[in-house]
């Protein structure tokens, strides 16, 4: 028993049947009710629950990118106990709590490693694969041999561990920073743009393989670039291209190189500018996929 029910009323030796029948649909109504009630008091209590969990999720999670500057939102200015020559800025929104979009940037001997990447899909599951990326970047990649080993090393460690509906689009390149030759290396990822000194803007797509999670024993591809004097690297995820209007309409890449030709400042007001750009054609600071953005300059 875990309920009582009690009616009462006047003169019960004068009920007929169909008394007796309303009153057990009344009973039935009253018991129906407080189930739901117990289920809307229990469901709210899960939901109080996961999101907490969730908001845990999230701040490990922004522990694991890049920490920015305390002067400026969006500015990086070099791992700890060193300086970066070239001016570095980003930006990152997730669709949920945690999100499954990831950047890393690495130093080296002179050298600037710079990896975007965006797990398939979004939320908890996302969240955890990249947390695994981000521990195989920090045991024991070989930057030194350059992005398309870096890409065939994550590749090789992480297909074991995926599902096979997941899968990690991934855009690696590695920046001398004295002179801004570039090696890149692209898993599925859209292309980075270069904003030429004159105004002009280039695709990074000379090297294009498949995504991180698919094939075994990939060996990605490697193309050259150079970041000049003036010049802009634009990295980013499909989030902000993908950013739809309330009229069902793309950002898309027009909008895209749109706004990466007028934007100027730092590259933190670059990185900071295309992600209000993307929210504003959304009209809603909350996209329906992660979005991330990174921006390098020569200083």
């Not at 999100?99 to 398939?120: F, K, M, P």
């Not at 002179?179 to 890149?184: A, D, E, P």
Request: one cysteine or more; a negative charge.
């Amino acid at each position: 028993m875990t309920k009582r029910v009690l009616f009462f009323r006047r003169g019960w030796d004068e009920v007929e049947f169909d008394h007796v029948e309303r009153v057990m649909l009344i009973m039935n109504l009253i018991e129906t009710a407080i189930e739901s009630i117990n289920n809307a008091n229990r469901s709210e209590e899960l939901s109080s629950l996961l999101d907490s969990q969730f908001e845990q999720m999230s701040r490990i999670q922004r522990r694991l990118l890049p920490r920015e500057s305390e002067e400026r939102i969006g500015e990086w200015h070099g791992a700890a106990g060193s300086e970066c020559t070239l001016d570095v800025g980003m930006s990152y929104r997730p669709a949920d709590h945690a999100g499954g979009d990831y950047y890393n940037i690495i130093q080296d001997n002179g050298r600037l490693g710079v990896l975007v990447a965006d797990v398939s899909g979004h939320g908890a599951d996302a969240a955890m694969i990249m947390g695994m990326m981000h521990a195989v970047m920090h045991g024991g990649v070989p930057l030194s041999e350059g992005p398309g080993k870096v890409l065939s090393f994550l590749n090789s460690r992480l297909k074991p561990l995926m599902s096979d509906s997941r899968f990690i689009t991934v855009f690696f390149v590695i920046i001398d920073e004295a002179t801004g030759s570039m090696v890149y290396s692209c898993a599925g990822h859209p292309p980075p743009r270069l904003r030429a000194a004159n105004g002009s803007i280039i695709q990074l797509d000379q090297a294009a393989d498949a995504p991180i999670g698919i094939l075994d024993d990939l060996a990605y591809q490697s193309a050259e670039s150079k970041l000049n004097d003036g010049d802009v690297l634009v990295l980013f995820t499909d989030g902000i291209t993908e950013s739809f209007a309330p009229d069902g309409a793309a950002f898309g890449t027009e909008h895209l190189d749109a706004t990466i030709a007028r934007l100027n400042g730092s590259a933190a007001d670059i990185a900071l500018g295309l992600d209000a750009a993307a929210t504003k054609f959304r009209g809603s600071p909350d996209p329906e996929d992660d979005t991330t953005v990174v921006v390098l300059k020569r200083k």
